[in-house]
């Protein structure tokens, strides 16, 4: 069974920065994209960062110039560092993978379990 996991969530200062970091383990042929999205309270879930296997690279405008994602093929993970936090972006962070188990399968979506970042004095 394929399954995500995150780490690297916490608590912090506005203008610190968090490394978060989601490998997917199990039977795996291959990965189209992988990315983060993020749900702050009372707010609906919205992408935060994404990536394709050749690197393709999409972030939402709240956080470009200040986060930065990338993946390892090799190790199937992916990592969003994050910078200039904002208390803005206190939110639960998940993880999100296209997954393909067996040539000629189809890609199915999985998320991870998510993650918590605070941004707080």
């Known amino acids: 069974q394929v399954q995500l996991v995150e780490s690297g969530g916490g608590l912090v200062q506005p203008g610190g920065s968090l490394r978060l970091s989601c490998a997917a383990s199990?039977?795996?042929?291959?990965?189209?994209?992988m990315g983060w999205y993020r749900q702050a309270p009372g707010k609906q879930r919205e992408l935060v960062a994404d990536i394709t296997s050749d690197g393709s690279k999409r972030y939402a405008d709240s956080v470009k110039g200040r986060f930065t994602i990338s993946r390892d093929n090799v190790k199937n993970t992916v990592y969003l560092q994050m910078n200039s936090l904002k208390p803005e972006d206190l939110a639960v962070y998940y993880c999100n993978a296209y997954i393909v188990e067996r040539l000629g399968d189809p890609p199915y979506e999985l998320w991870g379990q998510g993650t918590q970042v605070t941004v707080s004095i």
């Open positions: 199990g039977s795996i042929f291959g990965i189209f994209s």
